[in-house]
């Protein structure tokens, strides 16, 4: 096979890599399947992490990148999502890739995305001089386990195939002939193919192994591994002194950017932000105005907060709108504010409320006090039982159980209070909060809820209850 | 030779409407929408309070705009995912809030050390650790600043509004291609959470600024070159311009070059210059009744609403109080604070945090000899700060002075 030198990036050479190294075999056998298979250099992304395999990149004259240690699949998952015509190849030392990588290797290999993780596996941490890594095996030696590994070796061919990756192989630079036709295939199949090819890391691992030269650790690549096929036909003992190579792998599953792009083309337009036609205000002055709605969750109260402003922006004044959010929420109390105002406001949330809707007796007990002297309780007493009235007015409705009994479902409290409270204050306009209703609900929840708005509008206007 | 027109402002706006438009939006929300508006279409996110919200939307918006939305394993890999992209030829983004942004940090100084524009938000909620995982806080500003290893410097902006959620994220974005960089968009979680009125400028009133793509063809291009401003044309990958970028300290050509020390010295300088020495157009501020200010309270973010609540409060009681906002956090707008800290005897510093930016007031101060009274207001508790804190605190100092 010729080796065309054009493939190689001269000006990073000579290579970093010891002596014997194993990576130099990969980063050949790579560039002549590049060049076999005829790509155009610029379609062909080498992306890498950090190790000396990580160098790999440099020598390719691709677009290349070396990226940070063990994040490389991330980087190239968003490159490959922009540029999804380019053909992604990934060389991963056996650390990146398992250790500091792992996650990313997993979720790599479940997402599918059509790219080719190369893992240059030496047993050993090469770069950094020698540290046991997820693939040195047990019991052997390493500059971080001077007595011996007494950690597990992970397989890395059986977490890709398990993980999902649709093309998985394993080979060893012993076998450097049978690596492009491995590669071929590998970069052919449409999903994330893996290829481990072990290798020897003379310096690293080799010296602290008993390997007398590089010539011992070819041997040991070529005596311990066997193809798979003969691997399966071995008993439990011998299985354990050998290692398979050969394809473990190689199935079609939907690849990730085609499902991605079929769903984008299912999409029909785009769903722009909600517009809200507003008038010029008419002029009349709310100043400062504070609202708590408080209850639970599921009485809508978010919702009636987000109506309620949206009906101030309406009529051309300004509002905002916080809410509580995660333990308070979950827990089971909501509270929902609103502050109104003429212009920009300052301060977001409630400081004195002018009103309270209490939807609860807890939330009634719990921000009774916040309620500015002269301000208005509004009390749901189908919960709030026990009303104090100090120096706030109360206005007590059983809303929810108005809503129940003569409208059929509780649901439309929040809805019916808004009504009470376009009655009751004067600067809320029953028309704009209509409109606001009828834009943020369901058409099919129209009609029972302009119902209770309605209703709620009469209640607030005859102050029906107790005052 | 680099001749990219640095002050370019040419990309066309799509996706967004001919018209203005009032809504009522979340902050998140409006950010999500900003990003769109910014011609943002990659972006890569991990769940998480309270920023989720623009995970959510763009997982929405980006397959509705011919953009690409992916939910990462972890913030990791989100960083690394929109440093790719954005190499690749996309504008990405990214969002979280602290334990996240925590998580980003190699690959943030990976996008500095490689000059790769994106925007990282950070919805700041209470921290260390998991802290308070709903409520606000300011408290990641040293850390946007100084998360990651090495020298460098950094653009981060905090917004005050809903509108600038919209607005400061496009700015973001423009940011982030003109100095190549990426930049820390912080709101707190406050602004991240509440709604308010926005107005959307309609498509023609918003101004994009380009990929600063190479004007040299392949054979004369040096990816690392920088351009009079300081900052390298910028070749997307697979358009025909290969290169090799590394994390590795580089020479002009994104070659490796460890050991070479007057390559280093030159790099790590240029990165820190690009931002330093374009700092007048980068820095962004306000301020009001400074002319005379007796106190001028320093506020940014959520803090500023109640600042501005308290400053015109005591301007009504005939207390000369002024404000002055720092917008861009990073690089700090030092000379604009010296200018309106000449009338006061006194800068009270409220935020929701320990003094984090009342530290770098004081270094300004300190490293100009101006001696005032510096008084941080404080809050660790989940709780924004209100007007009558600042209002009380402002006026306890001038009795005190
Ligand atoms: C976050 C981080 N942690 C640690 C390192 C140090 N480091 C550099 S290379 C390396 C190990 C590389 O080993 P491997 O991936 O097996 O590749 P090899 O060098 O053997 O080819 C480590 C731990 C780093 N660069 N970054
Ligand atoms: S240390 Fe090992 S992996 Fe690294 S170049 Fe030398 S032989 Fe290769």
Redesign the interface.
């Known amino acids: 096979m010729s080796f065309d030198k054009s493939f190689l990036r001269q000006s990073e050479l000579p290579t970093i890599f010891c002596p014997g190294c194993g990576h130099g075999v990969v980063t050949q056998a790579f560039l002549r399947t590049v060049k076999e298979l005829g790509w155009d250099k610029d379609d062909v992304f080498s992306v890498s992490g950090i190790g000396c395999s990580a160098r790999i990149p440099a020598y390719c004259n691709t677009s290349s990148v070396q990226t940070t240690h063990g994040r490389a699949l991330a980087f190239a998952t968003g490159m490959k999502m922009t540029r999804p015509e380019k053909h992604v190849v990934l060389f991963l030392g056996d650390g990146d890739c398992t250790a500091i990588g792992g996650n990313h290797f997993l979720h790599a290999c479940r997402r599918n995305i059509d790219m080719t993780v190369i893992i240059l596996n030496n047993y050993i941490y090469g770069m950094t001089g020698g540290q046991a890594s997820p693939a040195t095996p047990h019991g052997a030696y390493s500059s971080t386990s001077p007595y011996g590994n007494i950690d597990e070796q992970i397989d890395i061919c059986q977490v890709a195939v398990a993980a999902g990756a649709s093309f998985v192989a394993r080979s060893t630079v012993y076998h450097a002939q049978q690596l492009p036709g491995i590669m071929k295939k590998a970069f052919n199949n449409h999903g994330l193919s893996v290829i481990e090819v072990l290798g020897p890391c003379p310096t690293g691992f080799g010296r602290q192994n008993k390997f007398r030269d590089v010539g011992e650790m070819y041997d040991f690549l070529r005596d311990a591994t066997v193809s798979t096929a003969r691997y399966e036909q071995l008993s439990p003992e011998e299985k354990e002194q050998k290692i398979p190579i050969g394809i473990f792998r190689d199935v079609q599953r939907p690849e990730y950017i085609d499902k991605y792009n079929a769903m984008a083309a299912s999409i029909k337009s785009r769903k722009e932000p909600e517009h809200i036609e507003c008038k010029s205000s008419d002029g009349g002055q709310i100043g400062r105005f504070e609202l708590t709605f408080a209850g639970s969750g599921g009485q809508g109260l978010v919702l009636a907060g987000i109506i309620l402003s949206e009906t101030m922006i309406r009529q051309g004044k300004f509002a905002v709108h916080t809410q509580s959010y995660g333990p308070e929420a979950r827990g089971g109390s909501s509270k929902s504010e609103v502050v109104m105002g003429d212009g920009d406001i300052d301060y977001p949330e409630v400081l004195n409320a002018d009103l309270l809707v209490a939807m609860t007796q807890a939330s009634y007990d719990k921000y009774r006090k916040d309620v500015k002297k002269g301000g208005l309780i509004i009390a749901d007493t189908t919960y709030v039982t026990t009303v104090e009235q100090e120096d706030v007015n109360c206005l007590s409705i059983p809303i929810s159980q108005i809503c129940s009994t003569d409208l059929g479902d509780i649901r439309c409290a929040n809805i019916m209070t808004l009504g009470i409270l376009a009655g009751k204050l004067g600067f809320i306009e029953y028309d704009a909060l209509r409109e606001s209703v009828l834009a943020r609900l369901a058409p099919k929840l129209h009609d029972l809820n302009i119902k209770a708005l309605e209703a709620g509008y009469a209640l607030g206007r005859g102050t029906v209850g107790k005052e | 030779m680099c001749n990219f027109p640095c002050d370019s402002i040419l990309d066309e706006v799509i ?1 967004m ?1 001919k018209e203005r ?5 979340q902050g998140n ?1 409006a950010c999500a ?1 900003g990003a769109i508006a910014a011609g943002a ?2 972006y ?1 996110g991990y769940p998480i ?2 920023a989720t919200e623009i995970a959510e939307g763009l997982s ?2 980006m ?4 953009g ?1 939305f ?1 939910q ?3 913030e ?15 504008k ?1 983004m990214t969002a979280t809030s602290g334990p996240g942004f925590s998580l980003m940090q ?2 943030i100084g ?1 996008a500095v050390m490689t000059e790769t524009p994106c925007v990282v938000v950070d919805v700041q909620r209470g921290g260390p650790s998991t802290g308070l ?2 409520l606000p806080a300011q408290a990641d500003v040293m850390q946007a600043r100084w998360g990651i290893h090495g020298d460098h410097a950094i653009i981060a902006l905090a917004p005050a ?1 809903v509108a600038e959620m919209f607005s400061m994220t496009i700015d973001c974005f423009n940011l982030a291609e003109k100095y190549r960089t990426p930049v820390i968009f912080l709101p707190d ?2 602004i991240g ?5 926005v107005e ?1 400028p309609a498509d023609d009133e918003i101004q994009l600024y380009p990929r600063r793509k190479p004007s040299v063809p392949p054979e004369d291009f040096k990816p690392y070159e920088p351009c009079e401003d300081g900052v390298p044309e910028m070749a997307n ?4 311009y ?7 300290v580089h020479d002009e ?1 994104g ?2 070059k460890m050991m070479q020390p007057k390559v280093s010295d030159a790099l790590i300088r240029r990165l820190e210059g690009k931002i330093v020495n374009n700092r007048d157009d980068i820095v962004r501020y306000d301020e009001k009744y400074t002319e005379d200010a007796e106190v001028l309270v320093v506020a940014y973010g ?1 803090v500023f ?2 600042a ?2 308290a400053v ?1 409060a005591l301007r009504k009681d005939g207390i000369k109080a002024g404000y002055f906002r720092p917008i861009t956090l990073w690089p700090s707008p030092d000379r604009e604070f010296l200018r309106a800290v000449e009338s006061a005897r006194a800068v009270v510093v409220p935020e929701m945090n320990l003094g984090q930016y009342a530290g770098e007031l004081a270094r300004i101060l300190g490293a100009n000899e101006v001696v005032r009274k510096l008084v941080p207001l404080t809050k660790v508790n989940g709780e ?1 700060i ?3 804190e600042i209002y009380d605190c402002v006026k306890n100092v001038l009795e005190e002075a």
């Open positions: 996706c409407s438009k009032i809504c009522f939006l929300e929408e279409n990659f890569a309070t309270p929405r918006l397959p509705e705009t011919g690409k992916i990462m394993e972890d990791l890999s989100c960083m690394g995912a929109i440093i790719g992209a954005s190499m690749a030829g996309a990405s190699e690959n990976y995982p709903t509004s979680a406050i959470h509440m709604r308010e009125k959307l990958m697979g358009d025909g290969r290169f090799y970028v590394t994390g590795c050509t070659s490796p959520s609403r109640s501005q609540s015109e924004l209100r007007p009558d």
